[in-house]
């Protein structure tokens, strides 16, 4: 089936540590969003390609940075993790002229 | 810049009907989308409206007024596994390929027995 991968589902780092999440995707789609959403809040939009176009929100910490290597792939890094970046992270991905957006499971991110 | 109101929770019996309001603001519209959202899981499609009216999938419908920048969901039926958050969101502006979702701050749908 396809679908879209994120790996691995939990992540414990400590403050300070740098830490990627992966996201894999069999959909082909050529467009692949990061989310992160905390607890009983919405997923809020961090950055997003368009093919190898990357877009970064205007509120995304500086901390944060992602790569895509291909159309499949595509990492998010943290370089420098604080509490407040505890958080679930969502990939998704969107094709063609649909507005629908395909969720992976999320990596729940903690960090100590 | 777009945002959203929906009310936070919403408790209904089995086999009820439940309506979960969605009004928003947006300085570009494409689309109404809503997402269902199991604790501990990812967003899931449910709806897309992209034109004024009814949409109908299943036990689901949504419905969209351009005119009042207003939407809802209808679930009918209601099972315990409808039990979970619901958030509405917004396409973004038109801006090449973007179509970012912009999510509401999510109905909590609690079915009791």
């Known amino acids: 089936d396809a679908m879209v991968i994120q790996n691995p589902r939990y992540q414990v780092t400590q403050f300070g540590k740098p830490v990627t999440l992966s996201c894999s995707q069999t959909?082909?789609?050529?467009?692949m969003y990061w989310y992160q959403q905390k607890s009983s809040q919405a997923p809020k939009l961090l950055f997003h390609?368009?093919?190898?176009?990357?877009?970064n929100e205007a509120d995304t910490p500086d901390n944060f940075q992602s790569r895509r290597p291909n159309t499949s792939f595509c990492f998010l890094d943290i370089r420098s993790p604080g509490l407040g970046d505890a958080a679930m992270y969502l990939c998704?991905?969107?094709?063609?002229?649909?507005?629908?957006?395909?969720f992976g499971p999320g990596t729940r991110l903690t960090v100590l | 810049g777009q945002s959203l109101e929906q009310p936070s929770e919403v408790t209904a019996v089995e086999g009820a009907i439940v309506q979960i309001n969605c009004t928003y603001q947006?300085?570009?519209?494409?689309?109404l989308s809503w997402y269902q959202q199991h604790d501990g899981g990812a967003p899931t499609f449910l709806s897309y409206?992209?034109?004024?009216g009814l949409e109908e999938t299943g036990r689901f419908s949504s419905f969209l007024s351009r005119s009042d920048s207003y939407g809802y969901l209808l679930l009918q039926e209601l099972q315990m596994k409808d039990s979970a958050s619901y958030f509405c969101?917004?396409?973004?502006?038109?801006?090449?390929?973007?179509?970012?979702?912009?999510f509401g701050s999510g109905t909590r749908l609690q079915v009791q027995p």
């Open positions: 969101a917004v396409t973004g502006p038109l801006d090449t390929g973007r179509r970012a979702l912009t």
């Open positions: 998704a991905t969107r094709g063609g002229v649909s507005d629908t957006q395909y």
């Open positions: 959909l082909n789609h050529n467009v």
């Open positions: 409206n992209g034109l004024d």
């Open positions: 390609y368009y093919d190898k176009d990357f877009n």
């Open positions: 947006t300085s570009g519209f494409y689309g």
